[in-house]
């Protein structure tokens, strides 16, 4: 993994000349690192020059302090997904520049049962997000999905552009992937989301002095392919630190090992996010070979 940093580009900035662009990031199962990139992600894309939103699709609402938010009783999504109130009106700023959140709650874990009594169920998300769209206010929506195949996670495929899959290079990378697969694919077969695929791969939690961290890595991409970014994420003390104080990696330690892992995953992330890629991804087909790893 090379090392980088964003503030020696020479000033560089993406500017931004296309919709606003919804991602998912999404993996059942839990323990990946999937909210710590959401976050950091989020972060490191709005310190390159994009208007970010990071929306907290989690009842655990871990995005939601790692931003440096309160978990405040009805200020998240739950009321926008039942028809009550707008979701821009639950949009709060953050301490750091371009980066706004629209926090979780505990409630959310009720929202399964409450929106499957509701009249288009899955779409609940994409019909909230249309006043965000409109508005422009953003040029990038993050959600940070709960860690399962639930309604709110349909929900958030149903809505967005691409998904975002985070793996942790240990034993069972590849559990329930052909799951989500399966997700994906009826979520685009019938017509719900229609242009439904894999943004990118995201591997976290690299150890380099580890044999099984590099089997993994090499497995992974065996599977997926291109989808797997280049940046792998290491697992870092001052990463996990990072939560703890309210603050993305690159606010609370910017010279760290994981910041210049963030900072460089947010610079392929837009150049894919931009770029053919974004629409023309295929989904992985078949069974993944069992880990040997």
């Given at each position: 993994?090379r ?13 931004c000349g ?7 990031v ?13 976050v ?60 706004e ?5 505990v ?26 769209l ?20 349909l ?39 229609p ?26 991409r065996?599977?997926?392919?291109e989808?797997v ?13 990072a ?22 995953l ?16 295929p ?11």
């Amino acid at each position: 993994m090379r090392a980088g940093n964003l503030e020696s580009s020479g000033g560089f900035r993406y500017t931004c000349g296309v919709p606003t662009k919804v991602i998912a990031v999404a993996n059942q199962k839990g323990g990946v690192g999937k909210t710590t990139t959401a976050v950091n992600l989020a972060a490191c894309v709005a310190a390159l020059g994009r208007r970010v939103l990071l929306l907290d699709l989690d009842p655990q609402a871990n995005a939601t302090s790692g931003v440096g938010l309160d978990k405040l009783e009805g200020g998240s999504a739950y009321g926008p997904l039942l028809g009550d109130g707008l979701l821009l009106d639950k949009v709060k700023p953050t301490a750091f520049e371009r980066l706004e959140a629209v926090p979780s709650e505990v409630d959310l874990c009720g929202a399964d049962i409450e929106l499957a009594r509701s009249e288009n169920h899955l779409l609940r998300l994409k019909l909230a997000l249309v006043p965000v769209l409109a508005g422009e206010r953003f040029d990038v929506v993050f959600v940070d999905c709960p860690p399962s195949l639930g309604i709110l996670t349909l929900n958030a495929f149903a809505a967005c552009d691409g998904v975002l899959v985070p793996l942790q290079c240990e034993y069972y990378a590849l559990e329930g992937i052909s799951m989500m697969n399966r997700i994906l694919a009826q979520v685009r077969d019938t017509g719900t989301n229609p242009s439904l695929a894999i943004l990118g791969v995201v591997m976290t939690m690299f150890d380099a002095r580890t044999k099984l961290s590099n089997q993994v890595v090499s497995e992974v991409r065996d599977y997926f392919g291109e989808l797997v970014f280049e940046t792998v994420v290491p697992r870092a003390t001052r990463l996990a630190e990072a939560p703890s104080f309210g603050k993305p990696i690159i606010h609370y330690d910017k010279f760290s090992n994981g910041a210049a892992a963030y900072e460089l995953l947010a610079q392929e992330f837009l150049a894919r996010l931009d770029g053919p890629v974004a629409s023309s991804a295929p989904l992985p087909v078949g069974e993944p070979a069992s880990s040997s790893c």
